[in-house]
Structure formats: C-alpha cells, structure tokens
C-alpha cells in the first residue's frame, strides 16, 4: 500500500483526475469530488481505487456508482 501523505490547510489544491471523498463529522460520505467521468477514466487505476474505498465506507455504493456510470456512458466495467 503507498503511503499516503497528510496535509492540514485552508484550500484545495487538485491535479487533473484528482479524486477526493468527503467524510462528514459522523462518518458518513458526504460526496465525492472527481473529474468528469468518460470511458477512459473508468478503465484507470485511480477510479478503481475510488471504488474500493467508496466500498469501504459505504457498502454498496461501488455498484450504485458503476450503474451511474452505465447509464450515462453504456456498459464499460
């Protein structure tokens, strides 16, 4: 697993394809923050891996974002 690297700040700062997940004070995933999806995002490795921690967090939820994504773009998974 890589590391992952803590930063404490008053602004976001994003890369292209950055992907963020707000967790809420009481857990729950407040949303997710990613770059307009298309078929060549979903077959990246930064999308699957927001897949697997949206799992973690909130079950099921990979599976609602992978029928989104089928609907706005047809099957691709």
Known sequence: M???DL???????F???DCA??????GS?????????NKDMLKTEGYKKLLDVLEVLQPGSR???IEHAEKE?????
């Open 2 to 4: 890589s590391k992952i």
């Open 63 to 65: 599976d609602k974002m």
């Open 7 to 13: 930063e404490v700040s008053d602004n976001l700062e």
């Open 73 to 77: 773009k047809g099957s691709v998974h």
């Open 29 to 37: 995933v407040g949303r997710v923050i990613m770059p307009k999806v």
């Open 21 to 26: 997940v707000i967790i809420k004070e009481d």
């Open 15 to 17: 890369d292209d394809g």
